[in-house]
C-alpha cells in the first residue's frame, strides 16, 4: 500500500482476479476499467458487495475510486475490488481495521479452483464404472 499526496493504494485478490485500487477524496465516482462501475456491473448485487466496505466505514461518497482488474469472471472480480477497498480505507486510517476485519473483508479468500486429475473425470468426480 502506497501513499502519496492524498491518493491511497491497494490490491485485491479472489480466484484468479486480481483488482488494483487507487483511491482519492472526491465525490465518489468509480470507474472500472475505464467504465462507469454500473456499466461494468449490470447486476445491483455487485455493485452492493464492492460498496460494502466505504459503508460500513461511513465513507460513502467521500473517495474517487479509480479500478483496474483482471482474470476470472464478473462475481470474482467484484470480491477482489470490495478486497482491494477494504485494504485501501485500512491504508487511509488503520482506525478501520477492527471494523472491517470482523466484517471479514481484509480476509482474502484463498478457495480456488482444484485442478483437475489424470484418470478422473474432474478434480474429484471419477469416470462412470461398469460392473458388467
Known sequence: ?????DRFYATG????????????????RVQVNHRE?????PRPTLKM???????LTNMVGRFDLYILTSGGGIAGQADAIRHGIAK???AYNPDFRTAL???GMLTRDARKTERKK???AG??????????
Open 123 to 132: 478434480a474429484r468426480a471419477r469416470f462412470q464404472y461398469s460392473k458388467r
Open 13 to 28: 485478490k479472489r480466484k484468479t482476479s486480481v483488482a488494483r485500487i487507487w483511491m482519492s477524496p472526491g465525490q465518489g
Open 37 to 41: 462501475v454500473d456499466d461494468y456491473f
Open 88 to 90: 485501501a480505507l485500512l
Open 101 to 103: 476485519k470482523r466484517a
Open 49 to 55: 458487495l464492492i460498496n460494502q466496505p466505504l459503508a
Open 118 to 120: 489424470y484418470g478422473q
Open 1 to 5: 500500500m502506497i501513499k502519496e499526496q
